[in-house]
Nanobody
Framework: QVQLVESGGGSVQAGGSLRLSCAATGDTDQRDCMAWFRQAPGKEREGVAMRSLLSGPSYASASVKDRFTISQDNAKNTMYLQMNNLKVEDTAMYYC??????????????????WGQGTQVTVSS
């Protein structure tokens, strides 16, 4: 069984930075896609960024691509989301997710079988 554990969330002022981590344990394959989703109150869950633990292309939503960077540490089986220049509208619960296939160019929630418990990010003005 794959287990995903997020960490690194918290409260920060607008313009600040946070780095989220997602540690994967269990029967994982480094070819599988790992992604970050987020959900704010009253809004649908949306994809933020994704990539395989193997070296390859990464994908990010238009709203964050110039500010957020996704990376990985294969030895630690961990994915990171570096969030810079945070905005109030970035406030949401951030979830780590893992698929059983390589990443597509679009976010498809149904393809992500494993999910973490979420970590809260709150950005204040």
């Amino acid at each position: 069984q794959v287990q995903l554990v997020e960490s690194g969330g918290g409260s920060v002022q607008a313009g600040g930075s946070l780095r989220l981590s997602c540690a994967a344990t269990g029967d994982t394959d480094q070819r599988d896609c790992m992604a970050w989703f987020r959900q704010a109150p009253g809004k649908e869950r949306e994809g933020v960024a994704m990539r395989s633990l193997l070296s390859g292309p990464s994908y990010a939503s238009a709203s964050v691509k110039d500010r957020f960077t996704i990376s990985q540490d294969n030895a630690k089986n961990t994915m990171y989301l570096q969030m810079n220049n945070l905005k109030v509208e970035d406030t949401a619960m951030y979830y780590c997710a893992r698929s059983s296939r390589s990443c597509r160019e679009t976010f498809r929630q149904a393809e992500f079988r494993y999910w973490g418990q979420g970590t809260q990010v709150t950005v204040s003005s």
